[in-house]
């Protein structure tokens, strides 16, 4: 059972366009949400993430949008450009206990 | 370059057959995990360990196990290797604390025949 569910699977965005990117999650144990960016034949890196007592977070053209009592939370990618093509994965963690990791099923963005 | 190392890159297994699947960090990470990665399934959490000495299971644990001997090595084992854990496995690792960022390997590409 998927922990954290992300959608779109896919999304094709004109340059210079809006990305939105949203995933939705369950446990309210969770409180730190990382987006994770992958590129092919490599492993993902981090590339922004947020508390949920924080309900936006923005570097450069990423932000995070974060809606606590929805548990929900999404990333928007702003002025898209042909160099953000990649795969884009959200994820979720505790501080509670084993500090897992789960992350989402996984973006394909063109 | 600091970081960290999975081998083999890629491996053609015969089912039935074991085999290990290397990760090593020389960050001093704490924290490290297991995910295998499948089209359409994202990344799907196999087994972690928070410190050396302890384990846990994650999403899809079966037919797979792990060690954690020491900080640095986290190894995946198949005992009897099956077409269905043919995917791309990914060894990842965090350092204290959990807003700390994962860093991964480049991942190793098993194929199950």
């Known amino acids: 059972q998927q922990q954290v569910k992300q959608s779109p699977q896919s999304l094709i965005v004109q340059k210079g366009g809006i990305s939105i990117i949203n995933c939705a999650y369950e446990n309210t144990a969770f409180d730190y949400f990382p987006w994770y960016q992958q590129f092919p034949g490599k492993g993902p890196a981090l590339l922004i993430a947020i508390r949920p007592d924080v309900s936006e977070k923005k570097e450069g053209r990423f932000t995070i949008s974060f809606n606590k009592s929805a548990k929900q939370f999404s990333l928007h990618i702003m002025d898209s450009q042909p160099g953000d093509s990649a795969t884009y994965f959200c994820a979720a963690t505790t501080n509670t206990g084993f500090q897992k990791l789960v992350f989402g099923t996984g973006t394909r963005l063109l | 370059t600091a970081g960290i190392t999975q081998a083999p890159t890629s491996?053609?297994?015969?089912a039935g057959r074991s085999m290990t699947l290397r990760c090593t960090q020389d960050m001093r990470h704490n924290a490290m995990y297991w995910y295998r990665q499948d089209l359409g399934l994202g990344l799907r959490l196999i087994h972690y360990s928070n410190t050396a000495g302890t384990?846990?299971?994650?999403?899809?644990?079966d037919g797979y196990s792990v060690s954690r001997a020491n900080t640095d090595d986290f190894p995946l084992t198949l005992a009897s290797a099956v077409p269905s854990q043919t995917s791309v496995y990914f060894c990842a690792s965090r350092g204290q604390g959990w807003?700390?960022?994962a860093f991964f390997g480049q991942g190793t590409r098993l194929t199950v025949v």
């Open chain 2, 11 to 14: 491996q053609i297994l015969a």
């Open chain 2, 55 to 61: 384990t846990g299971k994650g999403e899809v644990p």
């Open chain 2, 99 to 101: 807003e700390t960022e």
